[in-house]
């Protein structure tokens, strides 16, 4: 998994991701990532909402990158409260 928020300091403007490449970064379909976003547990995760362009959806790269490390500090919190020796 690459780490794109070391490449964008707090000043730099964020890139917009289509909604294809997001679904293939996460193994999802559209009708997952539709789920999600009607989805409030995972609104609580930080799940981007999507930005609309026309009829096409895209997120921030940013909000991608801080969703999906706030999934890897949701697993570890899991992992520890579950007693699980690592």
Do not use: N
């Not at 959806?57 to 999906?68: D, T």
């Amino acid at each position: 998994m690459l780490d794109h928020t070391a490449a964008f300091p707090d000043d730099a403007p964020d890139q917009l991701v289509p909604d294809p490449q997001v679904q293939k970064e996460f193994s999802v379909c559209a009708m997952t990532m539709d789920r999600w976003d009607k989805d409030p547990k995972m609104a609580e995760l930080g799940w981007p909402p999507p930005i609309r362009i026309k009829i096409r959806k895209y997120r921030s790269r940013r909000l991608i990158e801080r969703f999906k490390a706030s999934l890897v500090k949701a697993a570890i919190a899991a992992r520890a409260t579950s007693g699980i020796a690592q």
